[in-house]
């Protein structure tokens, strides 16, 4: 394949930059140096902020302020230099200050805080450090030292409702489950619309999918893995005018998280414990309850029978579903220093979560272990060295789609159907035997890397980052022996074991020169490989001898797959940079890639870039009273086929008599390529007096060529399964809106508010002929030219034929499928509001909604069938019908209102899904100085806080936002027996020593 000599070569190009770097010798090392040394305050409220960095501008050499708000940079030869002093969320303030021969110069800063952050150094999209103000496109950060004590417990957590143009899908309210996150709507119909995760410049595993077997559709996300703790803070780009550099794969975007690092001073440590407790909102999805016209019926039903003995559960005004929920505890423990001197610097820290889910047999654990280290070896060269290991164990119930699931079996039981072994009426599986099903996950995780900055002379610089992600997962599903499972009376073990393997090496070398006056200028071009592995093995196991058997090889008959994958991608960058005046600054740039996915005659794909950005508030005409920056971009970046998509592919089989032999798989494409996404965004980032007030706006336009759809070839090809082929195209056009405001701020008193919103416009504008593709449950999914990508069509009830004297009436239906709407919301927003009390007392709320989708209440269809017949409303329609004594008036009506819902037709049961939510409410008392004394600590911290605190909606489901499926990539917007999110309480001491 031609990827194969474009990595020779890029192996000789990476090596020659390191070699010529290395052996540059910088002169002058023995001069007489000096020392600069200061503090770093709030220039309000007049208290240090830690960890702030300050830098000599055009230098590798800097610090990070101590928790005493103090610096040190030493070593620094004689001369006069510009100091800067930044940190996120407050202006930058820059210093002239000489240094002369073997002294220490004595600068302190006074930083304030802004809404409007363009001196922001950024890294993620840009390849090297960069002002936020050179940049064309827009960039998000979210710093988690802004969010204080909110109890989030996952990297989706903390930017649901932060990020204009991000949006966490949270798919249901078990311990564990994941999310899926979408930048921008959905790019593609066969690809993953998640986007790239790096941690501290690694490509890491963000798998979503389902193991060899089903628990019925929740899944946990690798996302969640890192302890927010450990966060730093994250960047995200958002669409392929900024992600160009990342090249294939990136077109849904791009998040980097940073993690925490140490600074210079006496080790410090920070203790944390949180206690608390989880609670499902209580059931009231209109099933069935115990009333006494019931028991009085089974009483009926069954004349022998002491109904309250032997049907304890059957209290009057119960219900199977609120009969499973409890009020399950929480806790987590972590502790970490951070410390460091001159030369090396450390943050270490541990955490241990253990969360017991509302319902039975769900139980989520994770204990995480992080080590970061950075030395300054020489002024020129430092070194990063970033460790982090995690241990999850998670236990879930079977759920959903799954007739061994609890909430399903709960849902559909039938109270009047109440007998021996089902004391509920359940339709599938006791809920006591459903109970004892174990589905387990284990995972092992590390993620590590090394980073070496070398500034051989002037201002060339090197970064040669290389790190690895390995996750190690086992999934286990055990049907124990006899204990109630007809499907398996003798018991049944799957063992499901995932290594998922990712390489990164990523070079960049940039120069940056003072051109004149006037002008500036920096070029800058790299390498990044990409290697991943996977493997998959499975064993099943059917029928025990036994009981306390629980392997697969104790089973009377076994089975077993494996699986093996191995995908490279390489690609080359460039950049130039043209500033002018430092109030324009012109970006282009461009990136090769090759990758192994890519058919045999493709070759390589290319992306380029171009972006402008002009601080307008810098000309003299501009009112004093505001800064203002203009930007555009233009970009391009990809998403790849599958490892095997363009191969020719044989399906081994065991043919008659057991003869092995193989069937055709993949017909192959030598010509397939990626998906390649083209996107124009512009905007303006504005500050208002004093950049207390600052608004961003955004405007995007991509379009996604080449989309890969599946498409069917000839048979007489001689294979008959479908092809990957890029022939479609996807649309995506809207708007990102941010409004940030700190109208109070005084030494005692502050006042945030942050407000966003975002549309996206979302349409498959060409499928290159092919059929229509089908998701989800019901027939009711589909992929359709001219639509939204995740939509629902059906044939609409327009009409009731009715029948007075009997009957239910019928249906009268639409000619043809209309559309009932997209599950993707068009419109995003989000409210917060951060407010400081007396210095000491804060408070914080967040609140997000949603609208113009809809959800697809399969729950509701499937409870008003009446082979199960559970939804109340749906059971009094019937009864009604079926009295004799309705006048022809009467009858007409319940017809035309039962035919309406009607749970043949699939349509009746699409709902307007807008919804309204308040996030997150926290109250934090930073103890006085005074108690704290007792404590023994220099600060200490309690909160209480609440998650997912209400929700208004006309979606008669318990929540708009939960689906069947879990994180797959296209079906979306499915209520099917699905546990709405929980409600969070807890409460957090922090100390510091």
């Not at 070759?603 to 005409?621: C, H, M």
């Not at 069937?663 to 010509?671: A, K, R, V, Y």
Request: proline share 5%.
């Amino acid at each position: 394949m031609r990827t194969k000599g474009f990595l020779t070569k890029t192996t000789v190009f990476l090596l020659s930059m390191l070699c010529l770097a290395i052996f540059i010798v910088p002169k002058g090392l023995a001069q007489v140096r000096g020392e600069i040394r200061g503090s770093v305050i709030d220039a309000v409220k007049e208290e240090p902020i830690p960890y702030a960095q300050v830098l000599i501008v055009g230098t590798t050499k800097g610090s990070i302020t101590d928790y005493n708000g103090r610096y040190v940079i030493s070593k620094v030869p004689p001369g006069t230099y510009s100091l800067q002093a930044r940190f996120i969320g407050f202006r930058s303030q820059t210093k002239e200050v000489e240094v002369p021969v073997d002294a220490t110069v004595t600068v302190d800063f006074g930083l304030s805080v802004t809404a409007i952050t363009m001196d922001e150094i950024v890294v993620t999209g840009t390849a090297v450090e960069t002002e936020r103000r050179a940049l064309g496109n827009t960039i998000s950060t979210v710093s988690v030292r802004e969010l204080g004590d909110v109890p989030v417990s996952s990297l989706s957590e903390i930017l649901q409702g932060r990020t204009p143009g991000l949006v966490s899908l949270p798919s249901s309210g078990q311990a564990g489950s994941g999310a899926s996150l979408r930048v921008r709507g959905m790019t593609s119909v066969s690809m993953s619309n998640e986007p790239v995760i790096y941690i501290d410049g690694v490509r890491v595993d963000n798998y979503q999918g389902e193991t060899f077997f089903t628990t019925g559709g929740q899944r946990p996300s690798r996302i969640n893995d890192i302890s927010p703790s450990d966060i730093d803070r994250v960047e995200v780009i958002k669409g392929a005018s900024a992600t160009t550099l990342y090249g294939t794969e990136a077109s849904s975007g791009v998040i980097q998280i940073f993690t925490k690092q140490g600074t210079r001073g006496a080790p410090r440590f920070i203790l944390q414990h949180q206690r608390g407790w989880i609670r499902l909102p209580e059931f009231d999805y209109g099933q069935l309850k115990v009333t006494q016209s019931l028991l009085d019926s089974l009483g009926r039903k069954y004349p022998n029978v002491n109904i309250a003995q032997e049907y304890p559960n059957l209290k009057v005004g119960s219900d199977p579903a609120n009969s499973l929920v409890r009020t399950a505890p929480y806790e987590a423990w972590e502790g970490s220093i951070r410390g460091g001197s001159d030369i090396t610097t450390y943050y270490v820290s541990g955490r241990y979560e253990n969360e017991l889910g509302s319902l039975p047999s769900n139980h989520y654990r994770r204990v995480n272990f992080r080590a970061n280290l950075d030395a300054s070896v020489t002024e020129r060269l430092k070194l990063e060295a970033r460790t982090g290991y995690v241990n999850n164990y998670l236990r879930r119930p079977n759920n959903d789609n799954n007739i061994f699931g609890l909430m399903g079996n709960a849902y559909l039981a039938n109270l009047y159907n109440a007998r021996p072994g089902r004391p509920w009426g359940e339709a599938f599986t006791a809920l006591d035997v459903s109970e004892k099903l174990k589905s387990e996950q284990m995972v092992h995780r590390f993620t590590g890397s090394f980073t070496m900055h070398y500034r051989p002379i002037g201002t060339w610089t090197h970064r040669l980052t290389g790190g690895i992600d390995v996750v190690n997962e086992e999934d286990t599903q055990l049907f124990p022996w006899r204990v109630g499972f007809p499907m398996y009376p003798d018991g049944r073990k799957y063992n499901h074991r995932r290594t998922n393997t990712r390489i990164t090496l990523d070079y960049v070398s940039a120069y940056t020169q003072k051109l004149s006056e006037q002008f500036s200028g920096q070029i800058l071009g790299g390498f990044q490989g990409f290697f991943d592995t996977e493997y998959t093995a499975t064993a099943r196991g059917d029928d025990f001898p036994a009981p306390g058997l629980e392997t697969v090889s104790a089973a009377a008959s076994t089975d077993g797959w494996e699986y093996r994958q191995k995908v490279v991608n390489a690609g080359y960058f460039f950049q130039g940079q043209l500033g002018w005046k430092e109030r324009a600054y012109l970006t282009a740039g461009m990136r090769a890639d090759g990758n192994s996915a890519f058919g045999e005659e493709f070759g390589l794909e290319y992306y380029p870039k171009v972006g402008l950005s002009y601080i307008i508030s810098e000309e003299n005409f501009w009112p004093t009273w505001n800064n203002m920056k203009l930007r555009v971009a233009y970009g391009t970046a990809g998403k790849q086929p599958g490892a095997f998509d363009a191969e020719r592919t044989w399906s081994p089989i065991a043919a008659l008599a057991g003869i092995p032999a193989v069937t055709p798989g993949n017909l192959g494409q030598e010509n397939l390529k990626p998906e390649k996404s083209h996107e124009m965004e512009f905007g303006f980032d504005v500050g208002f007096f004093d950049d207390r007030y600052g608004f961003e706006f955004t405007y995007f336009d991509q379009t996604t060529k080449d989309a890969l759809l599946m498409r069917r070839y000839p048979p007489s090809q001689g294979f008959l399964s479908l092809q990957l082929d890029n022939v479609g195209e996807v649309k995506n056009k809207g708007f990102e809106v941010l409004f940030r405001a700190i109208p109070i701020r005084t030494h005692d008193f502050e006042t945030v508010f942050n407000l966003s919103f975002s549309k996206v416009d979302n349409e498959v504008t060409d499928m290159g002929g092919t059929a229509d593709l089908p998701f989800g449950l019901g027939s009711i999914g589909k992929v359709k030219e001219g639509y939204p990508i995740s939509s629902f069509f059906g044939q609409k009830v327009i009409g009731v034929t009715t029948d007075e004297a009997a009957g239910f009436g019928s249906a009268q239906l639409s000619d043809d499928e209309e559309f009932l709407g997209q599950t993707m919301p068009e419109f995003w927003g989000s409210f917060s509001v951060n407010l400081t009390l007396y210095r000491n007392l804060r408070v914080y709320a967040l609140a997000d909604w949603a609208t113009g989708h809809v959800v697809y209440n399969n729950t509701q269809r499937f409870m008003s069938y009446p082979s199960y017949n559970t939804y109340l409303p749906m059971r009094e329609l019937r009864e009604k019908l079926a009295d004799p004594n309705l006048t022809g008036a009467e009858r007409v009506k319940l017809q035309e209102e039962y035919q309406y819902k009607n749970p043949s037709y699939a349509s009746n049961y699409v709902e307007d899904a807008d919804w309204f939510k308040i996030r997150e409410i926290a109250i934090s008392y930073r103890i006085p100085r005074a108690w704290r004394q007792y404590l023994g600590g220099r600060t200490a911290n309690l909160t209480f806080a609440v998650r997912n605190v209400a929700i208004f909606t006309k979606y008669s489901g318990l929540d708009p936002e939960v689906n069947f499926d879990g994180q797959q990539n296209l079906s979306m917007g499915q209520d099917f027996l699905t546990v709405p999110q929980a409600r969070r309480f807890i409460l957090t001491f922090g100390m510091e020593l």
